[in-house]
């Protein structure tokens, strides 16, 4: 099997009890994530002029890239789905909300943009564990 597929389907599933706290801190994170981007989704019109665009595309765009990783990215990470690829989006929204959004001010600012960015560098790390659905599919596509 190549690399790409064992990157995104791990063979070797955490032990049950590992497993279980993986599975309940996507379904934790994952929850708090999705939230923030139905607010920011919300909010739409009265954000799309004013939201931070820290990479130069524009202020619509950055939200919309913003909404997407907070919102369809955390449902894929809650369910495990292509997990480690789903990951990268909300780790570099969340690099930027700290180090370039809120990088000059008082870490009381970027504390929660710090926590998210720590929790998902470690969740990609430990990988999805068995109850995701990338465990499943590698699990069916070996048989």
Request: proline content about 5%; hydrophobic content about 55%; glycine content about 8%.
């Amino acid at each position: 099997m190549n690399a790409l597929y064992r990157f995104l389907f791990p063979m070797k599933p955490a032990s049950t009890a590992f497993s279980l706290f993986l599975l309940a801190m996507r379904l934790l994170f994952g929850s708090l994530f999705l939230i923030h981007g139905f607010q920011k989704l919300m909010n739409y019109g009265m954000l799309s002029g004013t939201f931070p665009d820290p990479l130069g595309f524009s202020s619509e765009l950055s939200l919309l890239l913003t909404i997407l990783a907070e919102l369809g990215c955390s449902i894929a990470f809650m369910f495990g789905f292509l997990y480690r690829l789903f990951l990268l989006p909300m780790i570099f929204a969340m690099g930027i909300a700290c180090f370039v959004i809120h990088g000059n001010e008082p870490f009381a600012a970027k504390e929660l943009a710090f926590v998210y960015l720590s929790v998902f560098v470690l969740m990609y790390i430990a990988g999805p564990g068995k109850y995701s659905l990338d465990q499943w599919i590698g699990k069916k596509s070996r048989h």
